[in-house]
């Protein structure tokens, strides 16, 4: 029989129905909605202020973008380690911080006329490397807040709002920047962070870390343990293959796309740009439905089923010829059942992962997944590249888009294809929900 304690303490915990009575939760969806805007707003904002400001070249440029996405091979794992340690309350709290600092610095030294690229470079470094710290303590953090049987409908409200950001972050980027300047718009992409900094910090809940050892392991030691979980862990080392697949081949796949739609489809900038906007709301609509159709059909089905559903979709892009009036719809209606399918999947299998490690191992098994599968992104662009320069901009799309295709074969013949309707449970718990 539950003791008194015991009892309060789960009365205390919110039903799934009641989710957005959950206080907590509302105040880490808000932050975590300020800061992916906040996120997403800046890599618009510092490109074009590097361009407009301190009129850099094509490759200070890209050397920008690169120093930019680097944290994220080179923390993910110790950032891993790390969330396990600490609450992440205060990683998130911590992060958030210092990107508005980064970003408010960044606004005053272009300001003052006091910014060069190297300054530049440093600050893009670091929102980038806390950037990695948070994302992977929002991933671990909805575990320790909700029950497991709310994963999916807290997960799919996260991705939620991650979907808008990535539609209208880049575009409120772009606006702040024509009417204000680039170094006020860094200095307002600072305002989404510290908007997160407020909300997360008023979070009351505290979180059930894991007890520390009185001797520490070091870090390194901790990074293993996490590979070692993930590869020991069938359904886990199934969702780090289909990532690794998926994110080697949509690199690939999209260094092709990127040439074939203006020199072989002969479109223009604007429309290019259309085309891959159109996966934002496609991708708002798959994080609607990921709180309802797992449920519903079960997270296997689902996770099968929209994998090849969106990846597919590339397929029928080499057959498309001309800037015809069928053309552009047709890339529009590629774009949004990419973005349904792979939010879908994204949501699905983010409540999955949550549900099958221990809280203590949160942050590092995100971790090891991320790394195992942006790891992979640089080779594959250079196999795009390779493939569009050797065997043609329409045979090379082509086989990349069938590259893509290994993820939902991989998740086929795993045990993800037999997950049901019931979240799996950690090792030695019983299932919830």
Same mark, same amino acid.
């Given at each position: 029989?539950?003791?008194?304690s015991?009892?309060?303490?789960?009365?205390?915990r919110?039903?799934?129905?009641?989710?957005?009575?959950?206080?907590?939760?509302?105040?880490?969806w808000l932050?975590?909605?300020?800061?992916?805007?906040?996120?997403h707003?800046?890599? #618009?904002?510092?490109p074009? %202020?590097?361009?407009?400001?301190?009129?850099?070249?094509a490759?200070?440029?890209?050397?920008?973008?690169?120093?930019?996405?680097?944290p994220?091979?080179l923390l993910?794992?110790?950032?891993g380690?790390?969330?396990?340690?600490?609450?992440?309350?205060?990683?998130?709290?911590?992060?958030?911080?210092?990107?508005?600092?980064?970003?408010?610095?960044?606004?005053?030294?272009?300001?003052?006329?006091?910014?060069?690229?190297?300054?530049?470079?440093?600050?893009?470094?670091?929102?980038?490397?806390?950037s990695?710290?948070?994302?992977v303590a929002y991933?671990?953090s909805?575990?320790?807040?909700?029950?497991?049987?709310?994963?999916?409908?807290?997960?799919?409200? @996260?991705?939620?709002?991650?979907?808008?950001?990535?539609?209208?972050?880049?575009?409120?980027g772009g606006?702040?920047?024509?009417?204000? !300047?680039?170094?006020?718009?860094?200095?307002?992409?600072?305002?989404?962070?510290?908007?997160?900094?407020? !909300?997360?910090?008023r979070?009351?809940?505290?979180?059930?870390?894991p007890?520390r050892?009185?001797?520490?392991?070091?870090?390194?030691?901790?990074?293993?343990?996490?590979?070692?979980?993930?590869?020991?862990?069938? =359904?886990?080392?199934?969702?780090?293959?289909?990532?690794?697949?998926?994110?080697f081949?949509?690199?690939?796949?999209?260094?092709?796309?990127?040439?074939?739609?203006?020199?072989e %489809?002969?479109? !223009?900038?604007?429309? #290019?740009?259309?085309?891959?906007?159109a996966?934002?709301?496609?991708?708002?609509?798959?994080?609607? %439905?990921?709180?309802?159709?797992?449920?519903?059909?079960?997270?296997?089905?689902?996770?099968?089923?929209?994998?090849?559903?969106?990846?597919?979709?590339?397929?029928?892009?080499?057959?498309?010829?001309?800037?015809?009036?069928?053309?552009?719809?047709?890339? @529009?209606? #590629?774009?949004? #059942?990419?973005?349904?399918?792979?939010?879908?999947?994204n =949501?699905?299998?983010?409540?999955?992962?949550?549900?099958?490690?221990?809280?203590?191992?949160?942050?590092?098994?995100?971790a090891?997944?991320?790394?195992?599968?942006?790891?992979?992104t640089?080779?594959?662009?250079?196999?795009?590249?390779?493939?569009a320069?050797?065997?043609?901009?329409?045979?090379?799309?082509?086989?990349?888009?069938?590259?893509?295709?290994?993820?939902?074969?991989?998740?086929?013949?795993?045990?993800?294809?037999?997950?049901?309707?019931? @979240?799996?449970a950690?090792?030695?718990?019983?299932?919830?929900?």
């Amino acid at each position: 029989m539950p003791s008194a304690s015991s009892a309060a303490s789960d009365s205390s915990r919110p039903v799934p129905s009641r989710l957005w009575r959950h206080v907590d939760f509302r105040r880490l969806w808000l932050g975590q909605t300020a800061s992916q805007l906040g996120e997403h707003a800046s890599l #618009v904002v510092l490109p074009l %202020l590097a361009v407009l400001a301190l009129d850099a070249s094509a490759g200070q440029l890209g050397v920008l973008r690169a120093v930019g996405q680097a944290p994220i091979l080179l923390l993910s794992l110790f950032a891993g380690a790390w969330v396990d340690r600490w609450r992440t309350r205060t990683a998130m709290v911590l992060t958030d911080a210092g990107r508005a600092l980064a970003l408010g610095a960044v606004g005053l030294l272009g300001l003052f006329g006091l910014l060069g690229m190297p300054g530049l470079f440093a600050l893009a470094f670091a929102v980038g490397a806390l950037s990695v710290f948070f994302d992977v303590a929002y991933q671990a953090s909805l575990v320790r807040l909700v029950e497991r049987d709310q994963l999916v409908r807290g997960n799919s409200a @996260l991705e939620c709002s991650r979907s808008a950001a990535q539609i209208g972050g880049p575009a409120l980027g772009g606006a702040l920047v024509s009417l204000l !300047s680039a170094p006020i718009a860094a200095a307002c992409s600072a305002l989404f962070f510290a908007l997160s900094f407020l !909300s997360i910090r008023r979070i009351r809940r505290i979180e059930p870390i894991p007890e520390r050892p009185e001797h520490l392991p070091r870090v390194r030691h901790r990074i293993l343990e996490g590979l070692r979980f993930v590869a020991r862990d069938a =359904v886990l080392r199934a969702v780090c293959l289909a990532s690794a697949a998926f994110q080697f081949s949509f690199a690939a796949m999209m260094t092709v796309y990127l040439l074939f739609l203006p020199r072989e %489809l002969n479109l !223009s900038g604007t429309v #290019v740009g259309l085309a891959l906007a159109a996966a934002g709301p496609g991708a708002l609509l798959g994080s609607l %439905l990921a709180a309802r159709l797992p449920s519903r059909f079960g997270h296997g089905t689902v996770l099968v089923c929209a994998a090849a559903l969106g990846d597919g979709m590339f397929l029928c892009v080499p057959a498309l010829r001309g800037s015809s009036a069928v053309t552009v719809p047709a890339l @529009l209606v #590629v774009g949004f #059942v990419f973005g349904f399918g792979g939010q879908l999947v994204n =949501v699905t299998i983010m409540a999955v992962r949550q549900a099958v490690t221990p809280d203590g191992m949160q942050g590092r098994a995100a971790a090891t997944i991320t790394f195992a599968g942006m790891g992979l992104t640089p080779i594959g662009s250079l196999v795009g590249g390779f493939l569009a320069g050797e065997w043609g901009l329409r045979t090379g799309l082509l086989v990349a888009a069938a590259g893509m295709m290994l993820s939902p074969v991989v998740m086929a013949f795993s045990p993800l294809a037999r997950l049901g309707r019931r @979240l799996p449970a950690p090792h030695g718990e019983p299932p919830r929900g």
